[in-house]
């Protein structure tokens, strides 16, 4: 399988700063980076699909100006929180899918937020 | 609306018996599925998938068994292990624009295997 790994692993920051969070695809070329958050004993809610090269495509009531998603390369993906607040709180978990693996999303191991 | 979801929150199950996690489905235009495994604190971890043109697929320890007439989709897993506690989630792959389409995942069993 692919691996996909995300860093940092947790974060803790103050309110009104930003976060970054990068998405990394190891072996293989990912044509299509997706991002989730995951509230505690809850599935996953896909926040925003992100094809390299081109804009992020975000779901129905994610702000795109606060979760900005940048697509630069077939291997990384990152993720801003900007003027993150406690309420952005969360665990954020990347995918990657695409090149070989064409339907198959394979997942990186979460970042843990946590905004005070 | 369009769903994929889970018929059971919890599953509680004995070390060495079979484990059976189902999931229904409503888009019957679905043709691809997923099986990820979620360990506490981590991503989920990819399982097993299924082509809508079978109805049937192995792997090591585990089955996922599609029945396209129901919409509904089960994972087996023989000789339950401590180390299969986790929470289980089906997804089911919508295609987009591109090849890789969105995932739509259910709410997520919890399996709970006894020593």
């Known amino acids: 399988g692919a691996v996909v790994s995300q860093h940092p692993s947790r974060v803790i920051c103050k309110s009104g700063t930003s976060v970054k969070i990068e998405c990394r695809s190891l072996d293989f070329q990912a044509t299509t980076m997706f991002w989730y958050r995951q509230f505690p004993k809850q599935s996953l809610m896909l926040m925003a699909t992100?094809?390299?090269?081109?804009?992020?495509?975000?779901e129905q009531g994610v702000e795109k100006d606060k979760f900005l998603i940048n697509h630069a390369s077939l291997t990384l993906s990152t993720l801003t929180v900007t003027s993150a607040h406690p309420e952005d709180s969360s665990f954020y978990i990347c995918?990657?899918?695409?090149?070989?693996?064409?339907?198959?999303?394979?997942f990186g191991p979460g970042t843990r937020l946590l905004v005070l | 609306g369009e769903s994929v979801g889970l018929h059971l929150p919890t599953l509680s199950v004995q070390e060495g018996d079979n484990s059976i996690i189902n999931c229904a489905y409503s888009?019957?235009?679905?043709?691809?599925f997923i099986w990820y495994k979620q360990e506490s604190g981590k991503g989920p971890q990819f399982i097993i998938d299924i082509r809508s043109n079978m109805d049937k697929r192995q792997g090591q320890r585990v089955t996922v068994l599609l029945n396209k007439t129901v919409k509904h989709l089960s994972l087996q897993i023989a000789a339950t292990q401590p180390g299969d506690s986790a929470v289980y989630f089906c997804?089911?792959?919508?295609?987009?624009?591109?090849?890789?389409?969105?995932?739509?995942f259910g709410q997520g069993t919890t399996l709970q295997v006894k020593p």
């Open positions: 995918s990657a899918g695409g090149g070989a693996f064409q339907e198959t999303q394979y």
């Open positions: 888009n019957s235009a679905s043709d691809y």
């Open positions: 997804a089911e792959n919508r295609r987009g624009s591109g090849n890789t389409g969105k995932l739509i």
């Open positions: 992100s094809n390299e090269g081109s804009k992020a495509t975000y």
